[in-house]
């Protein structure tokens, strides 16, 4: 069975999920066709990215310099 970045897919190419994906990365609506499961599944996968990325941003503590001292 095909997966799509760990989420299985009905289909063998997984065309629902790329799309939603795409559709959600490009700045797409919020609120596709009911019935489009594996477009909002895509679309889903998207979202939960971008909230990882910034969590991780969040938590990285910046890194402390010290001064050089010119002689």
């Known amino acids: 069975m095909a997966k799509f970045k760990g ?6 190419d ?4 790329r799309a939603g994906y ?3 990365s490009g ?5 596709p066709h009911p019935n489009a499961k ?5 679309m889903k996968i998207h979202v ?3 909230k990882k990325r910034k969590q ?9 310099r ?6």
């Open 27 to 31: 700045g797409g609506g919020k609120q």
């Open 22 to 24: 795409r559709y959600s």
């Open 38 to 42: 594996s477009f909002k599944k895509g």
């Open 48 to 50: 939960q990215e971008v």
């Open 7 to 12: 989420s299985k897919c009905l289909t063998g």
């Open 56 to 64: 991780n941003t969040k938590e990285k503590k910046p890194v402390k």
């Open 66 to 71: 010290r001064k050089v001292v010119k002689r």
């Open 14 to 17: 997984c065309g629902g999920h």
